[in-house]
């Protein structure tokens, strides 16, 4: 609906103003793992739509990766809309899984930033009739950006495809160490309820603290790499953050206080929702749907742990037996990522019998919104998060790293949607889990998921709260450019 009444919109904006005016254009960044692109690319779609002129660095691994097809397909029905190739520094096949995720930091250091660099030195952006840079929108992870973009004059707005909880989280670090809270020690007791956190005082236990707050060194570098980088966020023009007021208002309210320019705008994937087409997809994903069909309304548990968690094959094992053992119908991707080049158990392939489909992926939201789909077993990433609340599904949350650990405390705690099964992965208990989330709560879990599914459609519709912002964002962006031209 946004995006129709958008394309509208644009159409008698564009012919009130004829053609004289030159759109502005915008370089998009993401940081180089599937989930971060998948999300910047429904940003930079919305902004096309806009009549926006698009740079999208799209890292080189993904575009001659196994998908990019389908993502080119769609983009080319914009002119205007350019991807250029930019390296991460990693071969093209190395894993880019949590467990090895800095790796991917120091190698975006040393040749990421430099190519960068040098994007913009170069004339190559501004050739092809594309007009001078309007402003860039990276992500959040790579503050690099706002100081190389100052030396040409270019602001840089932040994107941090993160929960605000976990982002606010991580500004409070600091704060955590002084008042002797960070780092952990041997003995920490990781059901203490975490004091430092304003607003989160109540909600988050040690245990839930970012995957990067689990070290008993506070210089830890990946800890000071990611707490750097939030707190560095305060020198960009702006931020974006993809989630919504009515989900997260007390981190929100906090991060505004620090972050006067904050545009809420999410979740981004809901603007697409209604006009995806089950004809993109590929025969082999289709055999998903067609398998979900075939099933009683609302019995399916969903089963997909993302892009970049690895489990080691005893984990694997015991999820299948939970899942099994629980006697409910299960699908459930199993990409290479997930198993690390590690056997994957016989049981898996062949032992999924009737109860169980095993795929290497998934159209994850057709899935969430099919009517068969009852529960979903994730890994707390925050798209997975916020498509399943998107669609009213119930979740049980198995975090691997980075911000799962506080998503999946907000899933049970706080918006009381699923299942929080942290840190813990014995087939008793994924079976007890998936029980509880089909059986035993399941009326409880239906309606808060229902009642937040409410939220979510409303603050993308016309009048909700992310609507108004991406229209503020989309005006500012327009402003820029005119301030620029003048
Ligand atoms: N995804 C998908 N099919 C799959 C696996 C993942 O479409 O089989 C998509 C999913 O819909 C989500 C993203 O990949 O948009 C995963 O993002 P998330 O932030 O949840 O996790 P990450 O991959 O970053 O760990």
Redesign the pocket.
């Known amino acids: 609906m946004y995006i129709i009444s958008r394309q509208k919109q644009e159409k008698n904006h564009s012919m009130e103003q004829g053609s004289t005016s030159v759109p502005p254009h915008v370089l998009v960044f993401p940081f180089p793992?599937?989930?971060h692109v998948?999300v910047m690319l429904n940003l930079a779609e919305i902004f096309s739509i806009s009549g926006f002129q698009i740079t999208f660095l799209i890292p080189d691994h993904i575009q001659t990766g196994p998908r990019f097809d389908q993502i080119s397909l769609r983009f080319a029905r914009y002119p205007a809309f350019y991807f250029q190739a930019i390296s991460d520094g990693l071969p093209l096949d190395h894993p880019r899984t949590?467990d090895r995720v800095k790796e991917l930091f120091d190698s975006i250091n040393v040749t990421t930033k430099p190519q960068f660099r040098n994007v913009l030195k170069s004339r190559a952006l501004s050739s092809n009739s594309r007009a001078p840079l309007t402003c860039i929108i990276a992500d959040g992870i790579m503050s690099f950006t706002i100081d190389i973009a100052q030396n040409f004059g270019i602001p840089t707005v932040l994107f941090r495809p993160f929960s605000a909880t976990c982002f606010w989280t991580l500004f409070c670090v600091p704060k955590l160490i002084q008042a002797g809270e960070l780092p952990l020690k041997e003995d920490s007791d990781m059901d203490r309820l975490v004091e430092n956190i304003p607003g989160m005082e109540r909600v988050l236990r040690v245990r839930d603290l970012p995957s990067f707050c689990r070290v008993e060194d506070a210089a830890d570098p990946q800890l000071q790499h990611v707490v750097s980088e939030t707190h560095r966020a305060t020198g960009a023009h702006s931020l974006i953050l993809n989630t919504l007021e009515d989900l997260e208002e007390p981190a929100l309210a906090r991060i505004r206080a620090n972050f006067p320019k904050l545009y809420v705008i999410g979740p981004l994937?809901g603007y697409f929702r209604p006009l995806w087409s089950p004809n993109s997809l590929n025969e082999q994903h289709r055999s998903c749907i067609e398998w979900l069909d075939d099933q009683p309304l609302k019995s399916v548990v969903f089963v997909?742990f993302?892009?970049?968690?690895v489990l080691k094959s005893q984990q694997l094992v015991e999820f299948w037996y939970g899942l099994v053992n629980s006697g409910k119908p299960f699908l459930w991707?199993v990409?290479a990522n997930l198993t690390a080049g590690c056997r994957i158990p016989t049981e898996l392939i062949e032992g999924s019998g009737k109860s169980g489909k095993v795929v290497d992926?998934?159209?994850?939201?057709e899935v969430l919104s099919h009517p068969a789909t009852g529960g979903f077993l994730t890994?707390g990433?925050?798209?997975?998060?916020l498509?399943s609340i998107y669609e009213g599904v119930p979740m049980i949350c198995w975090p691997f790293y980075a911000d799962q650990q506080v998503n999946s405390r907000l899933v049970e705690e706080v918006w009381r949607v699923g299942v929080d099964m942290k840190d813990i992965c014995d087939r008793k208990t994924v079976e007890k889990a998936v029980r509880e989330l089909m059986e035993v709560r399941r009326e409880e879990f239906l309606k808060s998921s229902k009642d937040i599914a409410r939220l979510a459609r409303k603050s993308i519709s016309e009048g909700g709260s992310s609507y108004a912002n991406l229209d503020c964002l989309i005006k500012d962006i327009k402003h820029m450019n005119y301030a620029n031209s003048t």
């Open positions: 793992v599937q989930s998948n949590g994937h997909s993302g892009n970049m968690t991707v990409p992926w998934a159209p994850q939201e890994h990433g925050w798209n997975s998060t498509e």
